[in-house]
Structure formats: C-alpha cells, structure tokens
C-alpha cells in the first residue's frame, strides 16, 4: 500500500486549505485513516483519524476547525482545514491501518504512512 498526500502550501492566518492522500494497492475501505503533524522540532503528533464507518476523533487544538473525511470509492481521504493559525504549521502525515480498526489517535496504529506535505501559516 502506498499513500500519496498533497495538498500543502503557504497560507496565511485564517485562510483554509484542504489536504488529500490517495492510496494506491489496496482498497483501504474497511480500514481506520489518520492524520498526524510534525512541527519543527518537535514530535510527531495526532490531529484526526477516521474509521471505516465514519467515526471520527480530534485533537483538542483543531477541534470545530478542521475536517476529516473519506472517499472510499476514490480511494482517498481529506482533511479540510480552516481558520488556519501559525501553530498548525507542520509537515502534514497520513496513515492507514492495515486492518479494520476505531478511529485511533495512536501512531502506532497505523501501518502505512504517506510521505508527508507541509503546510505554512503565515501570521
């Protein structure tokens, strides 16, 4: 299984953006999404994750701002994120389970991973 995320760019504070990772291998329909963020110098951490059903969870510091979501017939998922601030920026990672899982905000959940796209918020 590979994962492809796009998306990325130079935004400034309040814009949106939305980033997207397709898979390409194998279907990834009945397996948990996720996404996770790596701001310079510091560790990698989670900002949202999605189950095969559609539950989702989210980090405190992007909650009621971004949006993760799925296209399983594209084989693809998103995440949309809006109301940008400078502290989002990171390089932007998604992650696939490579069996049928809860929308898990562990890392270690995740066996497929994409090769990241980074995002800037400009102040």
């Known amino acids: 299984v590979q994962l492809q995320a796009f998306g990325g760019g130079l935004v400034q504070a309040g814009d949106s953006l939305r980033l997207s990772c397709a898979a390409s291998?194998?279907?990834?329909?009945?397996?948990?999404a996720g996404w996770f963020r790596q701001a310079p110098g510091k560790e990698r951490e989670f900002v949202a994750s999605?189950?095969?059903?559609?539950?989702?969870n989210y980090a405190d510091s992007v909650k009621d701002r971004f949006t993760i979501s799925r296209d399983n017939a594209k084989n693809t998922m998103y995440l949309q994120m809006n109301s940008l601030k400078p502290e989002d920026t990171a390089v932007y990672y998604c992650?696939?389970?490579?069996?049928?899982?809860?929308?898990?905000?562990?890392?270690?959940?995740?066996?497929?991973w994409g090769q990241g796209t980074l995002v800037t918020v400009s102040s």
């Open positions: 992650a696939a389970s490579d069996m049928t899982l809860f929308a898990s905000i562990r890392a270690s959940s995740y066996a497929y």
């Open positions: 291998g194998r279907a990834l329909r009945s397996n948990a």
């Open positions: 999605i189950s095969w059903i559609g539950e989702t």
